[in-house]
């Protein structure tokens, strides 16, 4: 999946931080019932503010993830997209080189 045509989907909540994320072309051929959604399908999409998808993952740090296996969950959603995967692949090597998720 290219970069420019992915959208990120995603759920928050209190209780449970940001999880139920995926990685979809957009435009997507089915409704999904994720809350949130950042990628190309915003109109600033190539606007410095959006330009990355590591921004789009920033942003959920923000939100905050309940455990690092929601976070692992969520990377490897990244892990797909084409000019990503290194970098979200990367983050989860290391997570689970320092001892806190290991699946």
Not at 18 to 26: C, G, P, R, Y
Request: hydrophobic residues 40%; charged residues 20%.
């Amino acid at each position: 999946m290219k970069t420019k045509k992915t959208m990120i989907l995603w759920d928050w909540s209190e209780a449970h931080g940001v999880h139920n994320v995926l990685a979809v072309e957009h435009p997507p051929q089915r409704k999904y019932p994720q809350q949130f959604s950042d990628g190309a399908c915003w109109y600033d999409w190539e606007e410095q503010k959006r330009s990355t998808l590591a921004v789009i993952f920033g942003q959920m740090l923000a939100h905050g993830f309940t455990s690092p296996a929601a976070m692992v969950e969520a990377l490897k959603q990244f892990a797909v997209v084409e000019d990503c995967g290194p970098w979200a692949q990367d983050v989860i090597d290391g997570i689970r080189a320092w001892g806190s998720y290991d699946a």
